[in-house]
């Protein structure tokens, strides 16, 4: 299995905390991106990064924050937690652009 | 903005049936295809890619073809199993790190 990992895995919240959630990597793969997956909607990017302390939007980043200070974790914010963040989030990884190699495991947030 | 469609949402087959899933996109200027495997409560296993340039890629009972001109691949599956239940998932991208994914077709293989 590719070495990647979520943490944490559930997580339940109330609205108006902060969240972070991490991915880890132990595969040295330059980009890693954030998904969220939704019912009806399929996953979505939220941002992605291309490099140490290199970032970028992705279709729905309202609302959250990346940051990678270290090429094997890439931390998702979500700076004031709302309902309509409720949802499951997949990290992945990848070593060249245009193709999404690995996924993580998925994180569960429920925000109440 | 890319627009990707999956049609059907589910199916479900007997075993030893060869299948085809079939995506759909709105935006022709892809710069890659990929197919996944989403199995229950876990993340996604990437099955094919298809760069822009190609026709199709084989994986074993796995083939996908890519018709960029009319906006669609297939999945082929030859001889399915049981353990091929699952969702597949059809993403694309048109500038290399924003993929656009399908909802998914849900496979059911009766044994």
């Known amino acids: 299995d590719a070495g990647i990992t979520q943490s944490p895995r559930h997580k339940v919240t109330e609205t108006g905390t902060p969240v972070t959630l991490r991915c880890h990597q132990t595969?040295?793969?330059?980009?890693m991106y954030w998904y969220r997956q939704d019912p009806g909607h399929g996953l979505r990017l939220i941002h992605y990064?291309?490099?140490?302390?290199?970032?970028d939007k992705g279709e729905v980043s309202d609302g959250y924050s990346v940051s990678r200070s270290k090429t094997e974790d890439f931390l998702l914010t979500l700076e004031s937690a709302t309902s309509s963040q409720t949802s499951v989030y997949f990290c992945?990884?990848?070593?060249?652009?245009?193709?999404?190699?690995?996924f993580g495991p998925g994180t569960r947030l429920t925000v109440l | 903005k890319q627009e990707v469609t999956q049609i059907p949402a589910a199916l479900s087959v007997p075993e030893g049936e060869n299948l085809v899933l079939n995506c759909s996109f709105t935006?022709?200027?892809?710069?890659?295809l990929q197919w996944f495997r989403q199995d229950p409560g876990k993340g996604l296993t990437s099955l094919l890619l298809?760069?822009?340039?190609?026709r199709e890629q084989t994986s074993g009972r796995l083939n996908a073809s890519l018709d960029k001109s009319s906006g669609r691949s297939t999945l082929y599956i030859a001889a399915s199993q049981p353990g091929d239940s699952a969702t597949y998932l059809c993403?694309?991208?048109?500038?290399?790190?924003?993929?656009?994914f399908g909802t998914g077709t849900s496979l059911t293989v009766i044994p």
């Open positions: 298809i760069q822009s340039s190609q």
């Open positions: 595969e040295n793969h330059r980009y």
């Open positions: 935006d022709s200027a892809i710069y890659n």
């Open positions: 993403a694309v991208s048109n500038t290399g790190n924003q993929f656009y």
């Open positions: 992945a990884i990848s070593l060249i652009a245009g193709e999404v190699e690995f």
């Open positions: 990064s291309y490099g140490v302390k290199d970032t």
